[in-house]
């Protein structure tokens, strides 16, 4: 759903004199929260709370925080203060009720912790290209044991330490995917010992994507005797697998790979490059006072603390999507 524009009318006296319109601000807060994650997080941060006071309330507790998808707001700010305060900030807004967080290139550990310590209603967690180490992994997983889908592509600090934590940890764990950019592995000999951190610790595993893991058949065969209920085996770029021999062995397991066609052809780094001909370019500054004044009515929008003030929140046009990876290769069916 796209919208253009939001209209708030109110009738004094409440609903019974709303006859021509629709008294929008009596609306339950649950409801208004379902129709404003319809709308991307720009509006839901800038738009939504300009409106009215209860519409404001709205985005700032937990009704429009249940599921949250900043990847691609991640990918264009590389300031690691203004991303940890985004984090901290939604995060705070939730609740307790997030259930899923979808997030890239986290800074360091001390946000991860931080989301350990105050998401642990996750059922989803996607960190992709995140600066997480086995160590902190291994302190704050059981915190996170409610997770049952995991994405920790291209997360080159951690090992197979943190993948034995997870799955030691989050018992329901049906999903996982790890996959690898070429350059993350360049100069690895290998990586069997996560494969087998996945086939000694993920028993419950339905759908695991490992693209690009240095890993050859014998690894592979491991996690698919292990993980008796895997369904779908993501393979692509993992030259040493023979995608033949797993056929025959386990003809119920759809397996994807390890054969890739035409994943490089384009640049994302290009795509993403600051002298793009878009005119669709445009931003925020949170701490602009013409927008939000100091002492303004306006100030009550964020009175529950968490407010963006010193935060630029910078918005490039365009739809958000709903699954960023961030790399080129087609997304897994």
Known sequence: MKVDHITCKVIPGGMGECNEYRCWEELLPDALGLIFRNLSLQEVLTVVPRVCKSWSRVVSGPYCWQEINIQDWCEQHKKPEELTRMVHMLIARSSGSLRRLSVSVLPNDSVFTFIADHARSLKTL????????????????QRLSNVTFLDVSSCNKIGARALEAF??????LVGLRRVMHPTDVDGKV???????????????????????????????????????????????????????LLEERYPGLKVLGPRVDDIYENSFWEECSDDSDDDSIYSWEFMDDEYYAIGSDDEAIWDDGQGPEGL??????????????????????
């Open 190 to 244: 290998c990586q069997h010992d996560e494969a087998r951190a996945i086939a000694c610790n993920m028993p419950k595993l339905r759908h695991l994507e490992i693209g690009y893991m240095l890993i050859e058949t014998k690894a592979v065969v491991e996690i698919a005797s292990q993980c008796h209920d895997l369904k779908f085996l993501d393979l692509r770029g993992c030259w040493g697998v023979d995608d033949k």
């Open 167 to 172: 799955g030691k940890n989050c018992r329901s």
């Open 312 to 333: 630029e929140v910078r918005f490039w046009g365009g739809e958000f999507s709903e699954y960023g990876t961030g790399f080129d290769w087609p997304s897994s069916p």
């Open 126 to 141: 996607e960190l992709p290209r995140s600066e997480i180490s086995d160590c902190v992994v291994e302190g704050v997983a």
